[in-house]
């Protein structure tokens, strides 16, 4: 701990709510260090990182700690004014909440013109961002062949095709040892359909192993998957699915899908961006890699857009139900009846439970980024992720990976691991990415473009080559509804076929990641 001589410094601490008792730093303040918060003036105890907390006034041992106007936790132990407040002195009991239901309903005005993005028009009637080809693996023991494939297409054929994106292959680890029509089962193929469905792919092939729990044929007769939308051009005599064992092995396979996609190329590329109304779209919002400044800028900021896009007639999908625990009575009052309402607390039950088979409980934060970047407790990141839901009424519940179909904003059931919540929204339908980030998340998706907003100016300038907005700018004045503006001009600019920088770097071929909760066999 270092010692220093009192400084005064007018900036530093910011109060978020007027029952808050604790604010924020927007910059390293040193130990001794003289701030002014509103009409309190407050002396540091202990060198406080950015984005940390500082006490305002006396707080006793079982006391609330209060930020956004909420409960947070409680102190273990007697904090002074001045002192850092972080997990050595604050525990993470959840607060009883009261659960209203459909008493803060807000919906945004619409927005009174008609915008477009230029997408593309796929032959069943949906609307795309980019137009890739897509392998589909339905087994870990298939996904080296649908590698194989990808990478012999991408080396001889891709740059004959100038409106074709890319061939990705979307693999993962599991398919088998797990129940037959079982609810991950059933998980899985949900996830996989979403994305040979998706608008974002422009032809796809599946290929099993042959004897995996996950039939390849069960997801093409389940979920109805024709190739390029059941069009007319489409090669009747060519095949959707292939399984290795059938075919003859894996060179076989191989040979067989670049010949069955050699055909298909030509068409997925006649294609050409058009107008589409934005209520076309669907944008999933992320955070990750979080910081104290999430809730607090980026969040909020694309809580603006949200409400945008929804003034549109557009979809804005929340997830992370983990992440949302300890705020989820805020969103109930937001819910547009009460059943909208009960099923997030479904949700919430449902984990509460799976945590406790497992040992564990979710009223933690476990990230250790999370702590690093000022968040305490589970509830304070929850209080700022629910930002990014804006203010619009919730519209519906959805379970995960299941097809988006309602309009406003929406809420899709997810862990809180960051590759399997975008895999469960994107397979949903979502065509672009909001990802939020105060760490620095590198995260890309491929098929649907990701936005990365940084939370804070020092972490956006050394990681230029990866953040495509700054919020932090927002700490220094810049108001969030124009930051909010301006993520929601680059959702358009995106859509309609601007790169991002995870996309320049060609992130996204690893980042498809189903979730399994349950056991595997």
Known sequence: MTQSSPTTDYKALLVLHPDDNVAVTTQFLPQNATCVAGSLSVRTRADVPPGHKVALNEIDTGAPVIKYGQIIGYATTGIQAGE?????????????????????????????????????????????????????????????????????????DLSQFRNIDGIIPLVHKS??????????????????????????????IVLGLGCETAQA??????????????????????????????????????????????????????????????????????CGGSDGNSGITANPAVGVASDMLVAHGATSILS???????????????????????????????????????????????????????LTTIYEKSLGAIAKGGTSPLMAVYRYAEPVTQKGFVIMDSPGFDPASITGKVAGGAQV?????????????????????ATNTPMFERMR?????????????????????????????????????????????????????????
């Open 320 to 374: 992370e139900t983990p992440e949302i625990y300890g705020a989820e009575h805020m969103l109930t009052r937001r819910a547009i009846n009460r059943e909208v309402g009960e099923a997030l607390l479904d949700r919430i039950h449902w984990w509460e439970e799976y945590a406790a088979k497992h040992g564990g409980s979710i009223d933690n934060n476990p990230s250790v980024g999370n702590k690093n970047g000022g």
């Open 217 to 286: 044929t069960h997801l093409e007769r389940e979920h109805g998957l024709v190739q390029l939308g059941g069009a007319s051009d489409a090669p009747a005599d060519q095949p959707l699915v292939l399984n290795i064992q059938e075919v003859g092995g894996v060179r076989k396979t191989v040979a067989r899908a670049v010949e069955v996609l050699r055909e298909l190329l030509p068409i997925a590329n006649d294609v050409q961006r058009v107008p589409i109304p934005v209520s076309e779209l669907k944008v999933a919002m992320e």
């Open 433 to 453: 990415v909001v990802f939020t980030t105060g760490r620095g998340s590198c995260y890309g998706c491929k098929p649907s473009p990701t936005i990365k907003v």
């Open 84 to 156: 850092w407040v972080h997990v050595h002195n604050v525990v993470a009991t959840k607060p009883g909440l009261d659960y209203a239901f459909s008493t803060q309903i807000s919906h945004p005005a619409p927005s009174g013109t008609e915008q477009t993005f230029l997408g593309f028009r796929r032959r069943n009637g949906t609307a795309g961002t980019r137009n890739y080809v897509a392998i589909i693996s339905t087994v870990n023991c298939s996904a080296t062949t649908a590698k194989y494939v990808a990478k012999e297409l991408s080396d001889s």
């Open 465 to 521: 080559d990866d953040m495509d907005i700054n919020a932090g700018v927002i700490l220094d004045g810049t108001s969030v509804e124009e930051v909010g503006q301006q993520i929601f001009d680059r959702i358009i600019a995106t859509a309609s076929g601007q790169p991002t920088l995870s996309e320049l770097q060609g992130i996204g071929d690893e980042e498809f990641c189903p979730w399994f909760p349950g056991p595997i066999f």
């Open 175 to 204: 398919g088998c040892a797990l129940a037959f029509d079982g609810d991950d089962h059933r998980q899985l193929n949900r996830t996989l359909a979403g994305f040979a469905n998706h608008p974002n792919i422009g032809a796809v």
